[in-house]
């Protein structure tokens, strides 16, 4: 089955710029979606297809993949950006495939 | 407003039977390739299963043979059967929607929590 794998953590001070990664086997060749989930809520899709944003997502918020790492990068961090981050592709042996998720702390 | 609201959870024993349901509002959910997602309390999120807008269905290794996802077109809803439950299903369990198979969900409801325990 397919794995993805995102760093548990990542801190960061407000107006700064926050990386969160997704690493899997040739990512690359693969669409990679973002979700966040704020506590008791219901995950968002913040990117899609890589580097697409939904409507009403804020273009702080950039995708890009390449090779095995997908990167989901938040400019000019607010604190209203803290919250959990989830990769996912499509996988022909695995179907939906979640990362583990990456907590981002606003400091 | 495109919508979903899950219903169904609750507390059940180890070994029974659940069933989950999940109403789509503005927009055609048999048109849709319809997902279930869960998260165990304090972890991450794991795709459950999907009825494609065919028909088809699939399911994630842990609950194959257990659960059975259906969906019913006059009341543009989607259903979890769920069977011999375990204490590991514990979870709330989303719904989510995937517009024409691709393969990224951008609608979720809010999902209803199951509680596996004797």
């Known amino acids: 089955s397919y794995v993805l794998t995102q760093p548990p953590s990542v801190s960061v001070a407000p107006g700064l710029t926050a990386r969160i990664t997704c690493g899997g086997i040739?990512?690359?060749?693969?669409?990679v979606n973002w979700y966040q989930q704020k506590p008791g809520q219901a995950p968002v899709l913040v990117m899609y297809?890589?580097?697409d944003r939904p409507s009403g997502i804020p273009v702080r918020f950039s995708g890009s993949n390449s090779g095995d790492t997908a990167t989901l990068t938040i400019s000019r961090v607010e604190a209203g950006d803290e919250a959990d981050y989830y990769c996912?592709?499509?996988?022909?042996?695995?179907?939906?495939?979640f990362g583990s998720g990456t907590k981002v702390t606003v400091l | 407003e495109v919508q979903l609201v899950e219903t169904g959870g609750g507390l059940i024993q180890p070994g029974g039977s659940l069933r989950l349901s999940c109403l789509g509002s503005?927009?055609?959910?048999?048109?849709?390739?319809m997902n279930w997602v869960r998260q165990a309390p304090g972890k991450g999120l794991e795709w459950v299963s999907v009825?494609?807008?065919?028909?088809?269905?699939y399911y994630a290794n842990s609950v194959e043979g257990r659960f059975t996802i259906s969906r019913d077109s006059s009341k543009n809803s989607v259903y979890l059967q769920m069977t011999s439950l375990r204490v590991e299903d514990t979870a709330v369990y989303y719904c989510?929607?995937?517009?024409?198979?691709?393969?990224?969900?951008?609608?979720w409801g809010n999902g209803t929590t199951v509680t596996v325990s004797s």
């Open positions: 989510a929607r995937d517009g024409t198979g691709t393969y990224y969900m951008d609608v």
């Open positions: 503005g927009f055609i959910a048999s048109s849709s390739y």
């Open positions: 009825i494609y807008s065919s028909g088809s269905t």
């Open positions: 040739d990512i690359g060749s693969k669409h």
């Open positions: 297809e890589d580097s």
């Open positions: 996912q592709v499509w996988d022909s042996s695995s179907d939906y495939v």
